[in-house]
């Protein structure tokens, strides 16, 4: 069971919006936490997608945004492309239990 | 450019301990936080703990404590995680990565160690 929930898959066709949620409580993301966005792709290690709630790192396409409201944080992405295919994970801090991570979002592009 | 490189793959039976180890390259070594991840086979991404190596001190996730521990030498620009009285389920991928704090992005990642665990 992990700190941070997201949803366990999530599926659109090329040229689709997807979006997918985090939701964590007053100890992390409602205290204030910022939130951080991985995606990764099989047999490899995880990229930072998304920092600071809805930062991009350079050479993050646009097509990918983040935003956070109160105890929930969301990753947007648009434009939806085949090589977008991977697992995506959210993670942030908790005042109790260091860092954290979401249980994971696997996405199927269609 | 800012590399992590870490030990390659091990093999260990029950009881017995590991360490890996995440060689830093690049860039800065002292001012920046190493957290170690692990991801068992199938599974999501767990912190481990990590170490900002000029406080000297680690951090680990209450799961870990007393059986996980994470240094760093400053001389080498490497950390290293060590875990003692393995069982089948440490089996798994363990990463390194660093973030300019323990609440930051994990901006750097090493290309993961693969432990199994089996008799």
């Known amino acids: 069971q992990s700190v941070l929930t997201q949803p366990p898959s999530v599926s659109g066709a090329p040229g689709q919006t997807v979006t997918i949620s985090c939701t964590g409580s007053?100890?992390?993301?409602?205290?204030?936490?910022?939130v951080h966005w991985y995606q990764q792709l099989p047999e490899t290690a995880p990229k930072n997608l998304i920092y600071?709630?809805?930062n991009r790192p350079s050479g993050v396409p646009d097509r990918f945004s983040g935003s956070k409201s109160g105890t929930s944080a969301s990753l947007a992405i648009t434009g939806l492309q085949a090589e977008d295919e991977a697992d995506y994970y959210c993670q942030s801090y908790d005042s109790s239990l260091g860092v954290v991570f979401g249980g994971g979002t696997k996405l199927t592009v269609l | 450019q800012v590399q992590l490189v870490q030990s390659g793959a091990e093999v260990k039976k029950p009881g017995s301990s590991v360490k890996v180890s995440c060689k830093t390259s690049g860039g800065t070594f002292s001012t920046y936080a190493i957290s170690w991840v692990r991801q068992a086979p199938g599974q999501g991404l767990e912190w481990m703990g990590g170490?900002?190596?000029?406080?000297?001190?680690?951090k680990y996730a209450q799961k870990f404590q007393g059986r996980v521990t994470i240094t760093a030498d400053e001389s080498t620009s490497t950390s290293y995680m060590e875990v003692t009285s393995l069982r089948s389920e440490d089996t798994a991928v363990y990463y390194c990565?660093?973030?300019?704090?323990?609440?930051?992005?994990?901006?750097?990642w090493g290309q993961g160690t693969q432990v199994t665990v089996s008799s």
């Open positions: 600071g709630n809805s």
């Open positions: 007053s100890s992390n993301i409602g205290a204030g936490s910022d």
């Open positions: 170490i900002l190596p000029v406080f000297v001190t680690p």
């Open positions: 990565a660093r973030g300019h704090d323990f609440w930051s992005a994990l901006d750097n």
